[in-house]
Each structure stands twice: as structure tokens, then as C-alpha cells.
């Protein structure tokens, strides 16, 4: 159960929070984005909501947790990758208001998708010795 738990947290960041703090004037009604930019957007925000379903449809369903941890480790680590990268493509986490959301002097996302992936590998970890 507790793996379970673990794992449902990375997915309610990516699929549920996410999207909450994603569908409002600084993203997806965002006016100074070009169309395009937002409709790449709301695609991604559709996606990742669908996987994350699907995912806890694996955790709790299907009991396919080691399936759920790898899609959480391929949203996450994809946001990940562009934040790393984002120098490269002029991208930022800086709102078009100059503020930036942080935790702990962390950038949000940078925080919850990394916990994200702590949380699933520890997820497969605890189920990996219940089996053992």
C-alpha cells in the first residue's frame, strides 16, 4: 500500500496539479504566446492528465506498479530534460510577470518532478522487497 501511495503522489503532480496551476493567464490564456505555443500547451496538458489516468488506473487497478513508476519517470524526466536544456532553446521558467514559483529556494517544478521520480523509485524499491 505504501508503494502504491508513492507512487500516486508523482502522478497527482504531473496530472492534477499540473494542470491547476497550467490552465490560467500564465500559460494557456496567456496572450503575449503565440497560438501556437498555447494550443502545444493545452496538448501537453491533455496528455500527461491522460497518462496520469491511465497510470493510477495501473497502480490500483492492475496493480502494475513498476509500469505506473516508468510512465511517471517519462513525464517527469521530460520536463526535467527541458529544464536542463532550456538555455539552449531560450527557454525559462520565469513568468511573463518576472516571478518565478519556488519551494525551499527551488524552483517548483524542478522540486515536485524530481520528488516525482524519488517517490517512484522508491515506490518500486518497497515493492521490489516486499517480493523478495
Do not use: C
Request: proline fraction near 2%.
Amino acid at each position: 500500500m505504501l508503494a502504491k501511495l508513492l507512487v500516486t503522489v508523482g502522478i497527482v503532480f504531473y496530472a492534477v496539479v499540473v494542470p491547476i496551476l497550467e490552465i490560467n493567464d500564465t500559460h494557456v490564456f496567456n496572450q503575449a504566446w503565440a497560438p501556437h505555443a498555447r494550443l502545444h500547451e493545452t496538448w501537453q496538458l491533455f496528455t500527461n492528465t491522460a497518462l496520469g489516468a491511465f497510470s493510477v488506473w495501473l497502480v490500483w487497478g492492475k496493480d502494475n506498479l513498476k509500469l505506473a513508476s516508468l510512465l511517471t519517470v517519462f513525464v517527469t524526466g521530460g520536463f526535467l530534460m527541458a529544464y536542463w536544456l532550456r538555455d539552449g532553446y531560450g527557454g525559462s521558467m520565469v513568468l511573463s510577470d518576472g516571478s518565478e514559483k519556488m519551494i525551499l529556494g527551488v524552483n517548483l517544478g524542478l522540486f515536485a518532478y524530481t520528488l516525482a521520480i524519488l517517490l517512484a523509485g522508491i515506490a518500486v524499491a518497497v515493492e521490489w522487497r516486499k517480493g523478495s
